[in-house]
Protein backbone atom coordinates (compact mmCIF):
# COMPACT_ATOMS: atom_id res chain seq x y z
CA UNK A 1 0.00 0.00 0.00
CA UNK A 2 1.55 3.21 -1.14
CA UNK A 3 1.82 5.92 1.51
CA UNK A 4 -0.65 8.44 -0.20
CA UNK A 5 -3.53 5.51 0.17
CA UNK A 6 -2.62 5.14 4.01
CA UNK A 7 -3.21 8.84 4.49
CA UNK A 8 -6.09 9.01 2.55
CA UNK A 9 -7.61 5.87 4.28
CA UNK A 10 -7.10 7.99 7.63
CA UNK A 11 -8.20 11.28 6.47
CA UNK A 12 -11.89 12.53 7.11
CA UNK A 13 -12.95 16.41 5.79
CA UNK A 14 -13.25 18.76 8.87
CA UNK A 15 -16.74 19.48 7.24
CA UNK A 16 -16.90 16.11 7.72
CA UNK A 17 -16.11 16.40 11.46
CA UNK A 18 -18.03 19.24 12.48
CA UNK A 19 -20.93 17.82 11.08
CA UNK A 20 -20.84 15.25 13.53
CA UNK A 21 -19.83 16.92 16.55
CA UNK A 22 -22.52 19.85 15.64
CA UNK A 23 -25.24 17.77 15.74
CA UNK A 24 -24.44 17.21 19.37
CA UNK A 25 -25.02 20.46 19.87
CA UNK A 26 -27.36 23.23 19.92
CA UNK A 27 -29.53 24.37 16.74
CA UNK A 28 -26.85 27.59 16.72
CA UNK A 29 -24.16 25.48 16.15
CA UNK A 30 -25.23 23.66 12.88
CA UNK A 31 -23.05 23.76 10.50
CA UNK A 32 -25.84 24.60 7.98
CA UNK A 33 -26.69 27.76 9.73
CA UNK A 34 -22.49 28.81 9.60
CA UNK A 35 -22.43 31.37 7.27
CA UNK A 36 -19.18 30.31 6.02
CA UNK A 37 -19.64 26.27 5.98
CA UNK A 38 -18.87 25.50 2.20
CA UNK A 39 -15.38 27.35 3.06
CA UNK A 40 -14.39 24.88 6.25
CA UNK A 41 -11.20 23.01 5.53
CA UNK A 42 -10.98 19.66 3.36
CA UNK A 43 -8.48 17.36 3.41
CA UNK A 44 -8.67 15.80 0.02
CA UNK A 45 -6.66 12.74 -0.41
CA UNK A 46 -5.38 14.31 -3.50
CA UNK A 47 -1.00 13.48 -4.65
CA UNK A 48 -0.08 17.02 -6.29
CA UNK A 49 3.69 16.67 -8.59
CA UNK A 50 5.98 19.01 -7.41
CA UNK A 51 6.05 22.40 -8.38
CA UNK A 52 7.88 23.84 -11.55
CA UNK A 53 9.84 27.19 -11.72
CA UNK A 54 8.24 30.29 -13.21
CA UNK A 55 9.24 33.37 -13.80
CA UNK A 56 7.74 35.78 -12.08
CA UNK A 57 6.72 39.23 -12.95
CA UNK A 58 6.22 41.86 -9.92
CA UNK A 59 2.83 43.75 -9.87
CA UNK A 60 4.43 46.30 -7.79
CA UNK A 61 7.42 47.32 -10.62
CA UNK A 62 4.37 48.56 -12.79
CA UNK A 63 3.44 50.91 -10.08
CA UNK A 64 7.08 52.77 -9.44
CA UNK A 65 6.24 54.40 -12.99
CA UNK A 66 2.61 55.14 -11.49
CA UNK A 67 2.71 59.82 -11.38
CA UNK A 68 1.20 58.84 -7.55
CA UNK A 69 1.94 55.35 -6.84
CA UNK A 70 -0.13 55.58 -3.62
CA UNK A 71 -3.47 57.02 -5.62
CA UNK A 72 -5.63 54.03 -4.39
CA UNK A 73 -5.32 55.57 -0.81
CA UNK A 74 -6.90 58.45 -2.38
CA UNK A 75 -10.42 58.37 -1.20
CA UNK A 76 -9.73 56.82 2.23
CA UNK A 77 -11.51 57.69 5.09
CA UNK A 78 -8.35 57.31 7.31
CA UNK A 79 -4.94 56.16 6.54
CA UNK A 80 -2.77 55.16 10.15
CA UNK A 81 0.71 54.10 10.29
CA UNK A 82 0.61 51.50 12.62
CA UNK A 83 4.62 52.08 13.83
CA UNK A 84 7.06 53.80 12.50
CA UNK A 85 8.76 50.87 10.40
CA UNK A 86 5.85 48.46 9.91
CA UNK A 87 2.34 47.67 8.89
CA UNK A 88 -0.21 50.68 7.46
CA UNK A 89 -3.84 50.84 8.61
CA UNK A 90 -6.69 51.19 5.94
CA UNK A 91 -10.47 52.69 6.49
CA UNK A 92 -12.60 53.57 3.40
CA UNK A 93 -10.74 51.80 0.51
CA UNK A 94 -12.85 48.76 -0.57
CA UNK A 95 -10.45 46.29 -1.90
CA UNK A 96 -13.17 44.38 -4.08
CA UNK A 97 -13.24 47.73 -6.50
CA UNK A 98 -9.62 47.93 -6.85
CA UNK A 99 -8.82 47.56 -10.91
CA UNK A 100 -5.73 46.38 -11.95
CA UNK A 101 -3.91 49.64 -11.58
CA UNK A 102 -5.35 49.91 -8.14
CA UNK A 103 -3.90 46.64 -7.16
CA UNK A 104 -0.26 47.14 -8.92
CA UNK A 105 -0.33 50.36 -6.64
CA UNK A 106 -1.09 48.29 -3.88
CA UNK A 107 1.47 45.57 -4.16
CA UNK A 108 4.04 48.53 -4.38
CA UNK A 109 2.77 50.28 -1.26
CA UNK A 110 2.72 46.60 0.80
CA UNK A 111 5.94 45.86 -0.45
CA UNK A 112 7.27 49.50 1.57
CA UNK A 113 4.92 49.41 4.27
CA UNK A 114 5.28 45.64 4.73
CA UNK A 115 2.03 45.26 6.14
CA UNK A 116 -1.13 46.92 5.96
CA UNK A 117 -4.73 46.31 7.56
CA UNK A 118 -8.10 47.11 5.70
CA UNK A 119 -10.92 47.15 7.75
CA UNK A 120 -14.81 46.91 6.62
CA UNK A 121 -13.74 44.49 3.44
CA UNK A 122 -16.67 42.21 4.04
CA UNK A 123 -17.96 43.36 0.36
CA UNK A 124 -14.07 41.66 -0.38
CA UNK A 125 -14.76 38.95 1.95
CA UNK A 126 -18.26 37.89 0.68
CA UNK A 127 -17.62 37.78 -3.12
CA UNK A 128 -16.10 33.99 -2.52
CA UNK A 129 -13.55 31.31 -3.50
CA UNK A 130 -13.54 32.22 -7.36
CA UNK A 131 -13.33 35.97 -6.58
CA UNK A 132 -10.26 35.12 -4.24
CA UNK A 133 -8.40 33.18 -7.08
CA UNK A 134 -8.94 35.31 -9.40
CA UNK A 135 -7.65 38.49 -7.37
CA UNK A 136 -4.21 36.38 -6.26
CA UNK A 137 -3.25 35.79 -9.56
CA UNK A 138 -3.15 39.30 -10.10
CA UNK A 139 0.24 39.10 -7.87
CA UNK A 140 1.69 35.94 -9.14
CA UNK A 141 1.21 32.18 -9.52
CA UNK A 142 -1.12 30.64 -6.92
CA UNK A 143 1.16 28.43 -4.17
CA UNK A 144 -1.51 25.41 -3.49
CA UNK A 145 0.04 24.21 0.37
CA UNK A 146 0.97 20.87 0.46
CA UNK A 147 -0.03 19.92 3.45
CA UNK A 148 -3.04 22.02 4.81
CA UNK A 149 -7.12 22.03 4.55
CA UNK A 150 -8.68 24.01 1.98
CA UNK A 151 -11.93 24.50 0.73
CA UNK A 152 -13.76 21.35 -1.03
CA UNK A 153 -12.54 22.20 -4.99
CA UNK A 154 -10.19 25.36 -3.93
CA UNK A 155 -6.39 23.55 -2.93
CA UNK A 156 -5.40 27.35 -3.70
CA UNK A 157 -7.08 28.59 -0.68
CA UNK A 158 -5.03 28.15 2.64
CA UNK A 159 -7.42 27.96 5.39
CA UNK A 160 -6.52 27.61 9.06
CA UNK A 161 -8.81 26.84 11.81
CA UNK A 162 -9.83 26.13 14.99
CA UNK A 163 -12.92 25.64 17.23
CA UNK A 164 -14.20 23.83 19.86
CA UNK A 165 -13.32 20.24 18.59
CA UNK A 166 -10.26 20.65 16.54
CA UNK A 167 -7.46 22.47 15.55
CA UNK A 168 -5.79 22.29 12.00
CA UNK A 169 -2.90 24.91 12.60
CA UNK A 170 1.04 23.83 12.56
CA UNK A 171 1.49 24.07 16.26
CA UNK A 172 4.10 22.92 18.75
CA UNK A 173 1.82 21.32 21.42
CA UNK A 174 4.47 21.25 23.80
CA UNK A 175 5.61 24.82 23.37
CA UNK A 176 5.65 27.16 26.17
CA UNK A 177 4.69 29.78 23.61
CA UNK A 178 2.39 29.88 20.56
CA UNK A 179 4.57 32.04 19.10
CA UNK A 180 6.47 31.00 16.42
CA UNK A 181 7.98 33.72 13.68
CA UNK A 182 7.95 32.82 10.60
CA UNK A 183 7.79 33.61 6.31
CA UNK A 184 5.14 30.80 4.71
CA UNK A 185 6.42 27.69 3.23
CA UNK A 186 10.43 29.69 2.58
CA UNK A 187 11.27 25.86 1.53
CA UNK A 188 9.36 26.78 -1.59
CA UNK A 189 12.10 27.24 -4.39
CA UNK A 190 9.74 30.68 -4.90
CA UNK A 191 8.69 31.36 -1.73
CA UNK A 192 5.44 33.72 -1.50
CA UNK A 193 5.65 37.65 -2.31
CA UNK A 194 2.45 39.48 -1.47
CA UNK A 195 0.33 37.38 0.34
CA UNK A 196 -4.12 38.20 1.68
CA UNK A 197 -5.15 36.73 4.43
CA UNK A 198 -8.85 37.00 6.21
CA UNK A 199 -10.82 35.64 8.94
CA UNK A 200 -13.99 34.02 8.22
CA UNK A 201 -15.22 33.69 11.94
CA UNK A 202 -12.97 34.77 14.88
CA UNK A 203 -12.89 35.09 18.83
CA UNK A 204 -14.53 37.74 20.94
CA UNK A 205 -10.85 38.83 21.80
CA UNK A 206 -7.70 37.14 21.28
CA UNK A 207 -5.86 35.50 17.80
CA UNK A 208 -4.30 38.08 17.18
CA UNK A 209 -1.42 38.15 14.79
CA UNK A 210 1.73 39.70 15.09
CA UNK A 211 4.05 40.81 12.66
CA UNK A 212 7.85 42.10 12.12
CA UNK A 213 9.90 44.07 9.58
CA UNK A 214 12.63 41.83 8.61
CA UNK A 215 14.20 45.33 7.00
CA UNK A 216 14.31 46.62 10.36
CA UNK A 217 15.57 43.37 12.00
CA UNK A 218 18.90 43.64 9.45
CA UNK A 219 18.90 47.36 9.65
CA UNK A 220 19.49 46.59 13.90
CA UNK A 221 22.72 45.18 13.04
CA UNK A 222 26.30 46.53 12.30
CA UNK A 223 27.78 47.08 8.99
CA UNK A 224 30.35 44.12 9.24
CA UNK A 225 28.21 41.98 10.56
CA UNK A 226 25.19 42.30 7.55
CA UNK A 227 28.25 42.20 5.26
CA UNK A 228 29.16 38.55 6.75
CA UNK A 229 25.37 37.67 6.34
CA UNK A 230 25.07 38.91 3.39
CA UNK A 231 27.64 36.07 2.10
CA UNK A 232 25.85 32.95 3.76
CA UNK A 233 22.96 30.97 2.52
CA UNK A 234 20.94 28.58 4.53
CA UNK A 235 18.72 25.38 3.76
CA UNK A 236 14.84 25.82 4.44
CA UNK A 237 12.97 22.86 4.86
CA UNK A 238 9.39 21.44 4.48
CA UNK A 239 10.25 18.40 5.99
CA UNK A 240 9.16 19.15 9.16
CA UNK A 241 5.79 20.42 8.70
CA UNK A 242 5.33 16.97 6.43
CA UNK A 243 6.09 14.73 8.88
CA UNK A 244 3.84 16.29 11.98
CA UNK A 245 0.94 15.78 8.98
CA UNK A 246 2.17 12.53 8.66
CA UNK A 247 1.63 11.52 12.39
CA UNK A 248 -1.78 12.32 11.42
CA UNK A 249 -2.19 16.07 13.05
CA UNK A 250 -3.66 18.63 11.30
CA UNK A 251 -5.58 16.56 8.42
CA UNK A 252 -3.17 13.93 8.20
CA UNK A 253 -2.37 14.66 4.28
CA UNK A 254 0.72 15.10 2.68
CA UNK A 255 -0.14 16.34 -1.11
CA UNK A 256 2.95 16.89 -2.53
CA UNK A 257 6.34 15.60 -1.38
CA UNK A 258 8.28 18.20 1.02
CA UNK A 259 11.23 19.74 -0.24
CA UNK A 260 14.52 21.83 0.50
CA UNK A 261 16.17 25.03 -0.95
CA UNK A 262 18.90 27.34 0.07
CA UNK A 263 18.33 30.69 -0.02
CA UNK A 264 20.32 33.63 0.80
CA UNK A 265 20.51 34.47 4.34
CA UNK A 266 19.81 38.46 3.20
CA UNK A 267 17.59 38.97 0.19
CA UNK A 268 17.08 42.05 -2.21
CA UNK A 269 13.59 43.13 -2.89
CA UNK A 270 13.03 43.09 -6.51
CA UNK A 271 10.87 46.45 -6.81
CA UNK A 272 12.42 48.39 -3.48
CA UNK A 273 15.40 47.07 -3.70
CA UNK A 274 15.03 46.86 0.43
CA UNK A 275 17.89 44.25 1.94
CA UNK A 276 15.48 41.59 4.53
CA UNK A 277 16.79 38.86 6.86
CA UNK A 278 15.87 35.74 5.51
CA UNK A 279 15.77 33.27 8.18
CA UNK A 280 13.08 31.93 10.44
CA UNK A 281 12.73 29.45 13.27
CA UNK A 282 10.28 27.69 11.52
CA UNK A 283 11.81 26.18 8.31
CA UNK A 284 15.20 27.49 8.27
CA UNK A 285 17.72 24.61 9.37
CA UNK A 286 21.28 25.25 9.20
CA UNK A 287 23.23 28.05 7.25
CA UNK A 288 25.21 26.56 3.85
CA UNK A 289 28.79 26.09 4.86
CA UNK A 290 29.29 26.54 8.72
CA UNK A 291 30.49 23.92 11.27
CA UNK A 292 27.22 22.95 12.52
CA UNK A 293 27.98 25.09 16.17
CA UNK A 294 28.50 27.76 14.13
CA UNK A 295 25.28 27.76 12.14
CA UNK A 296 23.10 27.33 15.17
CA UNK A 297 25.11 30.00 17.19
CA UNK A 298 24.32 32.48 14.55
CA UNK A 299 20.84 30.99 13.71
CA UNK A 300 19.72 31.42 17.70
CA UNK A 301 21.08 34.86 17.51
CA UNK A 302 18.71 36.14 14.93
CA UNK A 303 16.04 34.00 16.10
CA UNK A 304 16.20 35.82 19.59
CA UNK A 305 17.05 39.11 18.00
CA UNK A 306 13.75 38.84 15.96
CA UNK A 307 11.76 37.50 19.01
CA UNK A 308 13.14 40.99 21.15
CA UNK A 309 12.07 43.02 18.71
CA UNK A 310 9.56 44.85 19.63
CA UNK A 311 10.33 48.05 18.90
CA UNK A 312 10.01 46.61 14.54
CA UNK A 313 7.23 44.75 15.81
CA UNK A 314 3.25 45.30 14.82
CA UNK A 315 -0.04 43.60 16.23
CA UNK A 316 -3.23 43.23 13.85
CA UNK A 317 -6.26 42.65 16.19
CA UNK A 318 -8.66 41.34 13.81
CA UNK A 319 -12.24 42.95 13.68
CA UNK A 320 -15.03 41.25 11.54
CA UNK A 321 -14.47 42.77 7.71
CA UNK A 322 -10.53 43.14 8.05
CA UNK A 323 -8.33 42.04 4.77
CA UNK A 324 -4.86 42.16 6.06
CA UNK A 325 -1.84 42.31 3.34
CA UNK A 326 1.60 41.64 3.69
CA UNK A 327 4.88 40.82 1.28
CA UNK A 328 6.29 37.50 2.61
CA UNK A 329 9.53 38.26 1.10
CA UNK A 330 10.43 41.23 3.52
CA UNK A 331 8.38 40.47 6.99
CA UNK A 332 7.77 37.73 9.37
CA UNK A 333 4.61 36.85 11.44
CA UNK A 334 3.45 34.58 14.04
CA UNK A 335 0.11 33.33 15.39
CA UNK A 336 -1.50 33.93 18.79
CA UNK A 337 -2.98 31.34 20.58
CA UNK A 338 -4.24 33.07 23.55
CA UNK A 339 -8.13 31.59 22.73
CA UNK A 340 -8.08 27.96 23.41
CA UNK A 341 -10.71 29.02 26.68
CA UNK A 342 -13.58 30.63 24.82
CA UNK A 343 -13.66 27.09 22.59
CA UNK A 344 -14.76 29.95 19.79
CA UNK A 345 -14.32 29.29 16.28
CA UNK A 346 -11.72 30.88 14.40
CA UNK A 347 -11.17 30.79 10.58
CA UNK A 348 -9.61 32.20 8.12
CA UNK A 349 -8.20 32.16 4.87
CA UNK A 350 -4.85 32.66 2.53
CA UNK A 351 -4.58 33.65 -1.10
CA UNK A 352 -0.84 33.10 -1.25
CA UNK A 353 0.90 33.73 -4.83
CA UNK A 354 4.32 32.76 -5.42
CA UNK A 355 7.16 34.95 -6.40
CA UNK A 356 10.67 35.61 -7.32
CA UNK A 357 13.24 33.14 -6.09
CA UNK A 358 14.74 34.82 -3.19
CA UNK A 359 17.33 37.81 -4.71
CA UNK A 360 20.97 37.72 -2.92
CA UNK A 361 21.71 41.26 -1.17
CA UNK A 362 25.01 40.08 -2.31
CA UNK A 363 25.17 39.91 -6.10
CA UNK A 364 26.73 37.15 -7.60
CA UNK A 365 26.71 34.63 -4.63
CA UNK A 366 26.17 31.18 -5.53
CA UNK A 367 23.17 28.96 -4.72
CA UNK A 368 22.54 25.62 -5.71
CA UNK A 369 20.52 25.09 -9.08
FE1 LIG B 1 2.02 32.01 8.37
Same mark, same amino acid.
Given at each position: MSTVETISETTQSVAALSLRSASEGTKAEQPESYRYAHLLPHFSPAHYPPLVPFEHVDPGSRALKHADPRAFLANASSVVELTPRLGTEVRG $? #? +?? &? +??SDGRDQLALEVARRGLMVFRDQGEFIDKGPEAYLEWGRHFGRLHVHPTSGHPKDYPQIHLVYRDANSTFNFEINDSITSTVWHSDVSYELQPPGLTTFFLLSQPTTGGDTLFTSQVSTLKKLSPSFVAFLRTLSAVHSGVEQAEFSR #? &?? *???? $? *?REPVEHVHPLVRRHPVTGDEALYVNKQFTRRIVGLKKEESETILKFLYDHIDRSGDLQARVKWEPGTVVLWDNRVTAHSAIVDYGESKERRHGARITPQAERPIPALEGLELPQ
Open positions: $V #S +LA &G +LD #S &GK *RGGI $V *R
